[in-house]
């Protein structure tokens, strides 16, 4: 299946982008009047970042109520990686007691500086988080990667 770009078409395609604290649900993410909706809403590594389970079902409750009728949440988040590299397993137990979350860490600079939280998820962990906040997996895809770790 071949798709037509909107240059090819002449069709004119809006596209805006909008800034401000998705996990903040009473936080307005000005898309128009009230009732405007979004065709699609991307999380590229997002989910993963924002923090912990309440920040996270925020995230996916403030982008479920912002889609259309046929919008789509295109997602990738971080998977569980203690099988590929020991350091994250060591990051998991290390971080565990102050996160609150096996696989929740945080990512650090070179100094040891806390940057942010990071959660790595499991496939049925996050199929059941999307679930709960009334999102349904249409597609998924599972790559394995080798670790950013060294």
Do not use: C, M, W
Request: glycine content about 6%; proline content about 2%.
């Amino acid at each position: 299946q071949t798709r037509a770009t909107a240059a090819e078409t002449g069709r004119q395609v809006e596209v805006a982008f909008h800034v401000g604290d998705i996990t903040d649900e009473h936080e307005s993410i000005t898309l128009g009047d009230a009732d405007s909706h979004v065709d699609a809403v991307l999380l590229q590594l997002v989910l993963s970042v924002v923090g912990n389970l309440q920040r996270r079902r925020a995230l996916l409750r403030t982008a479920r109520a912002r889609l259309g009728p046929a919008g789509r949440v295109l997602l990738s988040a971080s998977g569980a990686s203690e099988d590929i590299n020991a350091q994250y397993a060591e990051l998991y137990a290390q971080d565990a007691a102050t996160t609150g979350e096996y696989r929740s860490y945080f990512s650090r600079n070179a100094s040891g500086k806390v940057l942010y939280p990071t959660h790595h998820f499991t496939e049925p962990e996050l199929v059941d988080l999307l679930a709960a906040e009334g999102l349904r997996v249409v597609e998924l895809h599972r790559e394995k990667e080798a670790s950013s770790r060294r």
